[in-house]
Each structure stands twice: as C-alpha cells, then as structure tokens.
C-alpha cells in the first residue's frame, strides 16, 4: 500500500523564479493538505484541496497556488520566488470527513538562491 | 489567535525509561488532536490522535492524554527505544469546519542508551 508520494525530494531555484511541486496522496485518500516547513519550525498549512477545489487556506500570499486532479493527486505551484520560500514542502492525505488523521509525505526540500 | 506550543524543546531519557512530552494549546475550539514523530530528511509519520470527547487514548507503547480544562496535551511512550529518537510534535485541528492543523514547534526527543 503505496503512501504519500512527493516530487521532486529536492530543488534549487532563483529569486523570482516559478515552481511546480507534486504530490500523490495514499491510496484510499481524497484530500490532500500542503504544507510550510522551516528549518527548526513546525510544519505551517498551506491550503487543501477536497473534490478539485481549494477548501481551506492558510496565511499565504497568493504567490502560492495550487491544484487538485480527478485522480486526487495535487501540484503546489508557487511563483516569484523569494529566498524566503525557502523550506521543506509537505504533502499530506486524509480522508475528506472531518477529523480524520492526515498522513505525510516526505517532503520537498526547496532551496531558493 | 491559534497557536500550540511545548513546554520543553528538547527532551533526554536513557533507553527503556519511559517519556513524557507535553503539549499547550489555546484555542478552546479546536475538536482533534494528533502526535507527529518526525525523524531526520523524513516527513511527520502519524503516531496517534484523539477527539475532544476523550481524556486518554491508548496504541502500542504510547499513551496520549487531553486535558480540556487547562488546554494540555501529553504523549507518554513506555519503554523506550533508540528508534523513538526523533522531533516530536503536536497539532490541533481547529473546529471550524475544515482539517487544518496548526502544529506547535516540536521537542526533540534523544534516548541514551
């Protein structure tokens, strides 16, 4: 039973660059949660998306944007870069009712020049 | 605001000792409660969680504890084991019809053999 999937596990970028992430939830799942990570911080919600459409945001800029496909996999899609978006991008799956565990992946590390 | 935090960032006990970590939150509304064990260059593997109708919940070797009236949570692993090595975090899902969850900033836990 496959998990959370992610690609790419790392990439370097340019300010003022754009970016396109990937994420194939687990099996079973249909709800897909993106996440902010900063070295020695929490992981920060993102948005996520339930049926194709965004259902819950976070405190992001619109910079960040994302998608969800009728197979339930997702892209987070972040343009013009800044050497703060640098961090680790977590994908997590769940089941669309509420209060269900979210299940992680292992991340993207984004490192940003 | 949301916020959940740790009263201790990092936490050290000799292997076979059992752990304690703890956890504040403040947002009163907030329904679902769920331990992350996050280990180096991996994302947050789910551990366990509980719903605001329970006080303690029970898996294999962990225990967590919820208690409402002072907004504190607890992870309790038994036994401990070289592989419980990792950063430990609590998230809370907020009640406000969506799973988002606000993550505190994690304790590091480090078994001594």
């Known amino acids: 039973d496959a998990g959370v999937t992610q690609s790419p596990t790392h990439l370097i970028k340019t300010r003022g660059q754009q970016v396109t992430l990937r994420c194939s939830p687990k099996?079973?799942?249909?709800?897909v949660s993106w996440y902010q990570q900063a070295l020695g911080q929490g992981p920060q919600f993102i948005f996520q998306?339930?049926?194709?459409?965004?259902?819950q945001r976070g405190n992001f800029p619109d910079r960040f944007s994302g998608h969800q496909f009728p197979n339930y996999s997702s892209e987070l899609n972040v343009n013009a870069l800044l050497l703060g978006d640098s961090a680790l991008y977590l994908c997590?799956?769940?089941?669309?009712?509420?209060?269900?565990?979210?299940?992680f992946g292992d991340g993207t590390r984004l490192s940003i020049l | 605001g949301e916020s959940v935090g740790l009263h201790l960032p990092t936490l050290s006990v000799q292997e076979g000792d059992n752990s304690i970590i703890n956890c504040a939150y403040s947002?009163?509304?907030?329904?679902?409660f769920i331990w992350y064990k996050q280990e180096s260059g991996k994302g947050p593997q789910f551990i366990i969680d509980?719903?605001?109708?329970?006080d303690k919940r029970q898996g294999q070797r962990v225990t967590v504890l919820l208690n409402k009236t002072v907004k504190h949570l607890s992870l309790q692993i038994a036994a401990t084991q070289p592989g419980d090595s990792a950063v430990y975090f609590c998230?809370?899902?907020?009640?406000?019809?969506?799973?988002?969850?606000?993550f505190g900033q994690g304790t590091r836990l480090t078994i001594n053999p």
């Open positions: 509980i719903r605001s109708n329970m």
């Open positions: 997590a799956s769940s089941l669309g009712q509420l209060n269900q565990p979210q299940h």
């Open positions: 099996s079973g799942h249909d709800t």
């Open positions: 998230a809370e899902n907020n009640a406000q019809g969506a799973q988002k969850l606000v």
């Open positions: 998306y339930y049926e194709e459409e965004e259902r």
């Open positions: 947002n009163s509304a907030s329904d679902y």
